[in-house]
T-cell receptor, first 116, second 117 residues
């Protein structure tokens, strides 16, 4: 069975602070994919990044960075110099290879509030 | 490039009624997935359609059914609505070159907010 755990339900920071959102996953598959999505108050899920299980290289995209560690089954997301517009719910998700198609297993999400 | 669209935006139904939600996939995408997101929770996978056939299903009862049309748009039908069906229903589209798994990022629509009274 697959499972994604986002232990932080809510995080509140002041603008310009760095913030890390934690994600721990469980899967028996050797090939799998990890995702982060952002959900602003409008409700639409916005794709941020996809990582496959064979690529443990960390990635940086502007103020966003991701740390993937298979040894600890974690895929953490860091926002550097946070801004008010970063306020949203962030979801970590897991997908695995199967012949019947891909499905995303989501964590419960972390509500990030960035205060001015 | 047109993104994923869903209709209606909001819907109010009473218990026992039936509802149909619609989704138009992103241009070039042939796979549509549906998710249910209860308030304060992460989305839960309902099912996926590829080339007009169901291609994977989550833990939802048969009263949740769907269709995919030749233009890859899709419908989600829910019969005998229950109060717990109140949720945001999200549609996501992705590309796939064959029936075997091709893990591409799924692009989500804005969702339909269903309220069951």
């Amino acid at each position: 069975a697959q499972k994604v755990t986002q232990a932080q339900t809510e995080i509140s920071v002041v603008e310009k602070e760095d913030v890390t959102l934690d994600c721990v996953y469980e899967t028996r598959d050797t090939t799998y994919y990890l995702f982060w999505y952002k959900q602003p108050p409008s409700g639409e899920l916005v794709f941020l990044i996809r990582r496959n299980s064979f690529d443990e290289q960390n990635e940086i995209s502007g103020r966003y960075s991701w740390n993937f560690q298979k040894s600890t089954s974690s895929f953490n997301f860091t926002i550097t110099a946070s801004q008010v517009v970063d306020s949203a719910v962030y979801f970590c998700a897991l997908s695995f290879s199967e012949t019947s198609g891909s499905r995303l297993t989501f964590g419960e999400g972390t509500q990030l509030t960035v205060n001015p | 490039e047109t993104g994923v669209t869903q209709s209606p935006t909001h819907l109010i139904k009473t218990r026992g009624q039936q509802v149909t939600l619609r989704c138009s996939s992103q241009s070039g995408h042939n796979t549509v997935s549906w998710y249910q997101q209860a308030l304060g929770q992460g989305p839960q996978f309902i099912f996926q359609y590829y080339r007009e056939e169901e291609n994977g299903r989550g833990n939802f009862p048969p009263r949740f059914s769907g269709l995919q049309f030749p233009n890859y748009s899709s419908e989600l039908n829910v019969n005998a609505l229950e109060l717990d069906d109140s949720a945001l229903y999200l549609c996501a589209s992705s590309g796939r070159s064959s029936a075997r798994r091709v893990i591409n990022e799924q692009f989500f629509g804005p969702g339909t907010r269903l309220t069951v009274l």
